[in-house]
């Protein structure tokens, strides 16, 4: 019989809890404010805003966008049909990679973003940075970036064989 692990302390149980909420709240807040401004979900402008502000070439591979913005490869390939079908982002073929799709950010797609972030980064300052001293801040964002190392220490999604890829005849 396995080892079962330790339960959760209660400090640890009540950071979770805490870090659960918060991440609700804000999440919620944050994705009323994209409908409302652009008519975007989170997804949505996660991708736009990745492509956009990140990407320096305005475009990736589909594969590494979800694995980027951390949502099933389908999912993101429904997103990206529905911001393609406004113009905001363009499919093509990989150049490299025959199996790859890359995705590309429009000028509608960087127009929309530049008009929906300053509300966006408003509704995370007041939501998120409101209640935090500077001090505060620094110490979430080292924590919460050991965090994120950490958990993306493990291969991204897009290195995993896909489910009844490698079954036996």
Do not use: K
């Amino acid at each position: 019989m396995p080892d079962t692990p330790p339960p959760l302390d209660a400090a640890q149980l009540g950071a979770y809890f805490a870090l659960m909420e918060v991440a609700g709240l804000l999440r919620h807040a944050v994705e009323q404010q994209l409908r409302e401004a652009g008519d975007l979900s989170y997804v949505q402008f996660q991708l736009l805003a990745r492509l956009g502000l990140d990407s320096p070439s305005g475009s990736e591979r589909m594969t590494d966008l979800a694995d980027g913005v951390v949502y099933s490869r389908s999912g993101l390939t429904y997103q990206a049909g529905l911001l393609d079908r406004r113009g905001l982002v363009t499919r093509s073929p990989s150049t490299d990679d025959e199996r790859s799709v890359i995705v590309a950010v429009t000028q509608a797609g960087r127009d929309l973003v530049a008009r929906v972030l300053p509300g966006h980064a408003d509704s995370i300052r007041r939501l998120l940075f409101g209640a935090l001293t500077d001090d505060d801040v620094a110490a979430l964002s080292d924590v919460l970036g050991r965090v994120r190392e950490h958990m993306r220490a493990t291969p991204p999604r897009s290195a995993r064989p896909r489910a009844g890829r490698n079954r036996t005849a």
